[in-house]
T-cell receptor, first 113, second 115 residues
Framework: AQSVTQLGSHVSVSEGALVLLRCNYS??????LFWYVQYPNQGLQLLLK??????LVKGINGFEAEFKKSETSFHLTKPSAHMSDAAEYFC???????????FGTGTKLQVIP | DADVTQTPRNRITKTGKRIMLECSQT?????MYWYRQDPGLGLRLIYY???????NKGEISDGYSVSRQAQAKFSLSLESAIPNQTALYFC??????????????FGEGSRLTVL
């Protein structure tokens, strides 16, 4: 079984401030981990992913995430928020025999000017 | 043009009506999925298909059926729509021909309202 918990359904940050979106996962096998972003009226697009290897993963638009096995976490960060970062962000995990992808409940990021 | 195309993008219907949502892809991917998005619940898997002859139920398949007409086409049907099926529906694809990476490619969504 696999699951994802995203802490905070809404996060607000000021423009230029650090963005930190939290994700904890559960997986009975070594996981693949993902962050997706959804802009208004659009589908989801991949921000970044961890499969194997380096635990600090860099993605598009200046985002990065660190896989911490001991903490079962995969938090998403960006040093300086931009207005265009306002969107909903989904953490996801894949693992197990059917290789299905399980999504978290999402975090809406608001960026305040 | 989008690689994963969903039709219709918006649909309003009445309780008891049959509804079909269609998805087509030009990516050449083998796997296709239908997800449902509800506020506060994230995305939940309805059905998934590994190839034309391999269709599997997801976590919330009750009240839904699917058809994989070709590798590129995967449709979702609601035989008798009910109001709690009001949601945003996403089709997605993935490619295992070069090994599983887990990455999904999404359509732009179909917003369904059942009155």
């Amino acid at each position: 079984a696999q699951s994802v918990t995203q802490l905070g359904s809404h996060v607000s940050v000021s423009e230029g401030a650090l963005v930190l979106l939290r994700c904890n996962y559960s997986s009975s096998v070594p996981p693949y981990l993902f962050w997706y972003v959804q802009y208004p009226n659009q589908g989801l697009q991949l921000l970044l992913k961890y499969t194997t290897g380096a635990t600090l993963v860099k993605g598009i638009n200046g985002f990065e995430a660190e896989f911490k096995k001991s903490e079962t976490s995969f938090h998403l960060t960006k040093p300086s928020a931009h207005m265009s970062d306002a969107a909903e962000y989904f953490c996801a995990v894949s693992g197990g025999g059917y290789q299905k992808v399980t999504f978290g409940t999402g975090t809406k990021l608001q960026v305040i000017p | 043009d989008a690689d994963v195309t969903q039709t219709p993008r918006n649909r309003i219907t009445k309780t008891g009506k049959r509804i079909m949502l269609e998805c087509s892809q030009t990516k050449g991917h083998d796997r296709m999925y239908w997800y449902r998005q509800d506020p506060g619940l994230g995305l939940r898997l309805i059905y998934y298909s590994f190839d034309v002859k391999d269709i599997n139920k997801g976590e919330i398949s009750d009240g839904y059926s699917v058809s994989r007409q070709a590798q590129a086409k995967f449709s979702l049907s609601l035989e008798s729509a009910i109001p709690n099926q009001t949601a945003l529906y996403f089709c997605a694809t993935s490619d295992t021909n070069r090994g599983w990476t887990g990455e999904l490619f999404f359509g732009e969504g179909s917003r369904l309202t059942v009155l």
